[in-house]
């Protein structure tokens, strides 16, 4: 079982900060992936950002220039260091992780999602 649990979202003003963590624990082998997407009332889930274990990072064109994705390998955590935040970057934030367990098997597991509101 793999337990991946988001923190740090909240309320902030546009032109403002924030930065979510996610944590994956469990029975973890190895992970080979981890990112964040988001999903807007109405609209359907869309990446954000993801960072292989290599360290190569993909980005979301939307967000380019303004969010960094970092992540500490030994601690199964990756980070999404989010600055200039925008009204429209308002979302529940979920945090995936790609990883395999002692069963053999490699899947994708989702956090809960954590609350993004930027306000104007």
């Known amino acids: 079982q793999v337990q991946v649990v988001e923190s740090g979202g909240g309320l902030v003003q546009a032109g403002g900060s924030l930065r979510l963590s996610c944590a994956a624990s469990g029975r973890i082998l190895s992970i080979s992936a981890m990112g964040w997407h988001r999903q807007a009332p109405g609209n359907q889930r869309e990446l954000v950002a993801s960072?292989?274990?290599?360290?190569?990072?993909n980005y979301a064109d939307s967000v380019k220039g303004r969010f960094t994705i970092s992540r500490d390998r030994a601690k199964n955590t990756v980070y999404l260091q989010m600055s200039s935040l925008k009204p429209e970057d308002t979302a529940v934030y979920y945090c995936?992780?790609?990883?395999?367990?002692?069963?053999?098997?490699?899947?994708?597991?989702w956090g809960q999602g954590t609350q993004v509101t930027v306000s104007s």
């Open positions: 960072i292989a274990s290599g360290g190569i990072t």
């Open positions: 995936n992780t790609d990883a395999l367990t002692p069963s053999g098997a490699r899947s994708l597991y």
